[in-house]
């Protein structure tokens, strides 16, 4: 009943804007409601009459009087009545009441819909940890089932499964047979090892599509198993035609089959993408280092994977602290001067109101100033770095000259082991290499317990003081970062604007981000090389002196 009211009441404001507006065209001429002053009805006033509506039900039209404060002299001085018509309402409004929205439509959704079509992180690592063993799965199982197949083929006459047509018994194997056996045996232990070589190795990446390679060499596999078995089905099994040297010979032919599927899957998976083709450069943002790598003929995908490889091992980690090390934000950065007449004679000079607009272009001289001052900002780091490191290292060498082996010590000594001794001589150099972490920005990926244990390594092995070091002097390459930078399983989204599936190709860009960090890599197609011969002959390969009288020779 109060949302019905409600409403009604929403209408009734529009409907008093209008008669306002409509006596505002007609002026004092018009009828005299028009004059009337219209009241909109209040939230309380709704409440009121739902309650007086819900005692007396009988009554359609019903009359209230509004009374205002600013209002009470107009209504004294005539008898003017404000009459507010309720509409009555059924009980049952509810049920019979049709909304039609864009969330009850056929063809919409609300949003809370939205929530079913959301992929979960646990449900997309998941599908990831799918993806990655559903190719080695099926390749086992159908690697599998071939190399079963012609020892079943075998087996199946010695176990009275399959009758030969010569009806013996146990079938008899004659000295050829014997050799074909061994043969057999033989081919079947390299097929073996070369599948276990080629197929049977954990997954590098898990691409986007189908490695088209990988789908082919299965795919001749799978045809000719089939192959094999329906003609061994239908012409031994159920014709019962042939002997058991035959067989044998059937299955080692099926061996031989299987034998230069290998081989070709060793030529494209393996062999043909080792000469150099194309030159990759790569290019990381933000920072803008970059590298070049020379690849064979791939596809996008598989080309991604590799430039991924040499990523980790030959880029440094990309550190987002040291973005703004050399930045200093001046105090007068954004401040414009002005100047002002104290004694307030420029109200009576107008010539001199131009000098309270006076201002001194400071940002045109920062901007001729930028470059200076980056300039000298990255000389001043540089250089604090240096001290850092140089204080660094001589306190690492002499924390190192109070170690030494035990038994190198000829006074009596107490022993300790490689974690005690670090303990016992790292307070020496805590202070100065807390510094140089902390000028360099690597603070945050090193604890005190990981220095700790990379001391003691250290320690127990002889390494020397700048051994140590050398881990902290530089960023370090992305593989070798700490643990919370790298893990396990690292997702890289590709852009591309070509299909994943498709070779490289001359000026070819893609791109491979993951958070902050893009890829951008663009091939470029290695050039044939021409060469000719020229050959140098003895008598042009001499030589005189000319003399000169003004020089010293």
């Given at each position: 009943m109060d949302g019905g009211e409600s409403v009604r009441s929403g209408r009734s404001e529009?409907?008093?804007?209008?008669?306002?507006?409509?006596?505002?065209?007609?002026?004092?001429?018009?009828?005299?409601?028009?004059?009337?002053?219209q009241i909109p009805s209040r939230p309380g006033s709704n409440r009121a009459m739902s309650r007086g509506q819900g005692h007396d039900t009988d009554r359609?039209?019903?009359?209230?009087?509004?009374?205002t404060p600013g209002q009470e002299h107009d209504i004294e001085r005539g008898d003017e009545r404000i009459e507010v018509q309720v509409i009555p309402q059924d009980d049952n409004w509810g049920d019979n009441t049709t909304a039609i929205t864009g969330n009850t439509s056929e063809t919409g959704f609300s949003m809370e819909d939205l929530d079913k079509f959301v992929v979960k992180d646990t449900d997309r690592q998941a599908g990831v940890n799918c993806a990655r063993y559903v190719g080695t799965a099926l390749t086992v199982g159908l690697s599998a089932i071939a190399f079963l197949s012609p020892i079943a083929m075998i087996l199946l006459p010695k176990l009275d499964i399959v009758q030969l047509s010569s009806g013996e018994y146990k079938p008899e194997c004659k000295p050829e047979c014997e050799g074909l056996l061994i043969s057999f045996a033989f081919k079947l232990l390299v097929l073996l090892v070369g599948a276990v070589a080629l197929f049977f190795r954990k997954p590098r990446a898990t691409m986007p599509r189908v490695f088209v390679f990988r789908a082919i060499v299965l795919f001749l596999v799978f045809v000719l198993t089939f192959a094999f078995w329906l003609f061994y089905g239908v012409r031994i099994f159920k014709e019962k035609q042939g002997t058991y040297e035959g067989i044998v010979q059937f299955a080692l032919s099926l061996v031989d089959s299987l034998l230069f599927v290998h081989y070709i899957a060793i030529i494209l998976l393996e062999i043909r993408h080792l000469q150099p083709q194309f030159a990759i450069r790569v290019v990381r943002s933000p920072d803008g280092e970059a590298r070049v790598y020379s690849v064979g003929v791939l596809s996008i995908q598989r080309a991604a994977v590799h430039i991924l490889e040499q990523y980790y091992k030959d880029f440094d980690t990309y550190n987002p602290y040291l973005e703004n090390v050399t930045k200093k934000h001046s105090k007068h950065s954004s401040t414009a001067f002005k100047v002002y007449d104290?004694?307030?004679?420029?109200?009576?000079?107008?010539?001199?109101?131009?000098?309270?607009?006076?201002?001194?272009?400071?940002?045109?001289?920062?901007?001729?100033?930028?470059?200076?001052?980056?300039?000298?900002?990255?000389?001043?780091?540089?250089?604090?770095?240096?001290?850092?490191?140089?204080?660094?290292?001589?306190?690492?060498?002499?924390?190192?000259?109070?170690?030494?082996?035990?038994?190198?010590?000829?006074?009596?000594?107490?022993?300790?082991?490689?974690?005690?001794?670090?303990?016992?001589?790292?307070?020496?150099?805590?202070?100065?290499?807390?510094k140089y972490l902390r000028i360099t920005r690597q603070q945050p990926r090193y604890t005190m317990e990981a220095v700790l244990g990379h001391l003691a390594c250290c320690i127990s092995h002889d390494m020397s003081p700048r051994a140590f070091v050398s881990q902290y002097l530089t960023q370090g390459a992305v593989v070798c970062g700490s643990e919370q930078e790298v893990k396990g399983t690292e997702r890289w989204v590709l852009v591309c604007e070509q299909l994943l599936t498709r070779e490289l190709d001359n000026k070819m860009v893609f791109q491979l981000k993951k958070g902050p960090v893009s890829l951008l890599c663009t091939v470029m197609k290695i050039p044939h090389f021409s060469l000719t011969e020229e050959m140098l002959h003895p008598k042009s390969n001499k030589f005189v002196l000319r003399l000169n009288s003004e020089t010293s020779v």
């Open positions: 529009r409907s008093e804007r209008s008669h306002r507006s409509h006596g505002s065209h007609h002026g004092n001429g018009g009828h005299r409601h028009h004059n009337r002053p359609d039209d019903r009359s209230v009087t509004i009374k104290i004694d307030g004679n420029a109200q009576n000079q107008p010539g001199q109101q131009g000098r309270n607009r006076a201002v001194f272009p400071q940002a045109a001289r920062r901007r001729e100033a930028g470059h200076n001052d980056r300039f000298y900002d990255e000389q001043e780091y540089e250089r604090r770095v240096r001290k850092r490191r140089a204080r660094l290292l001589v306190a690492t060498e002499e924390a190192f000259t109070h170690i030494k082996r035990l038994h190198d010590e000829q006074s009596p000594a107490i022993p300790m082991d490689p974690n005690e001794a670090a303990a016992a001589v790292f307070p020496s150099l805590a202070r100065a290499l807390q």
